[in-house]
């Protein structure tokens, strides 16, 4: 099995941390990773259902998972 590449692992490790306030994370995305917000959260969502991304960080990974399967059944 293949490596995340290093914005793949750049985009788990956002997940990671905390965030003081709002569009600190917004600016942070564009700032580190050179990705506007949406393409991000679309590249986030594609990482939630691969193997690798799961293997690299499974508690971030799970805890999103989680978060995104609860706000599916909301709707």
């Given at each position: 099995?293949?490596e995340l ?15 003081p ?10 700032e580190?990773?050179?990705?506007v917000?949406?393409r991000y959260?679309q590249?986030?969502?594609a ?8 293997a690299?960080?499974p ?17």
């Amino acid at each position: 099995m293949e490596e995340l590449t290093a914005r793949e692992r750049g985009i788990l490790a956002m997940e990671r941390q905390g965030w003081p306030g709002p569009g600190a994370k917004e600016r942070a995305i564009r700032e580190r990773l050179g990705l506007v917000p949406v393409r991000y959260y679309q590249l986030l969502n594609a990482l939630l259902d691969d193997p690798r991304a799961l293997a690299h960080d499974p508690v971030t990974v799970n805890r999103l998972r989680r978060i995104r399967d609860a706000r599916r059944a909301e709707r």
